[in-house]
């Protein structure tokens, strides 16, 4: 898929330079059912692209989930932070819907809890920039 064309599936961007983002993107390849999720790094060109796209995506140093246009109502929308995360979660499934009583929570408050842990993310898994070891059958689902 090219970096200047929008995605047809959702894309979750994420910090490719973290060990705790890569690990997040493990559990959600484990979780994941319905093998539709594609991924990429934020400093990959598709990443890029997305935020030429998304001026609002300018210092946004958090998960963005990507819609595409026939997901989202008017057009190829971005979801950051809690509202990601919280997207991510419903995708997936099962138990994690029970994920949505966070929407009870002001998307204030959730998106300062998030913050948090994205500010101690890099504490949270040690090391250096990861690589994600993904399947050969996932290898497709990611975007560079």
Known sequence: MSSNHPATSPVLLYDGACGFCAESVQLVLR???????????????????????????AGVDSVVLLLPAEQAPNGERVLTRSAAALAVADYLGGAWRTARLARLV???????????????????????????????????????
């Not at 994941?32 to 998304?54: E, I, K, P, Q």
């Not at 300062?112 to 990861?130: E, I, K, S």
């Open 106 to 144: 002001p998307r204030s408050l959730r998106d300062r809890v998030y913050d948090f842990v994205a500010r101690h993310r890099h504490r949270l898994r040690p090391g250096g920039p990861q690589c994600v070891v993904s399947t050969p059958e996932q290898r497709d689902r990611f975007l560079s």
């Open 31 to 57: 979780h994941d059912r319905a093998g539709t999720l594609r991924f990429a790094a934020l400093d990959s060109d598709f990443g890029r692209a997305v935020r030429g796209r998304h001026p609002e995506l």
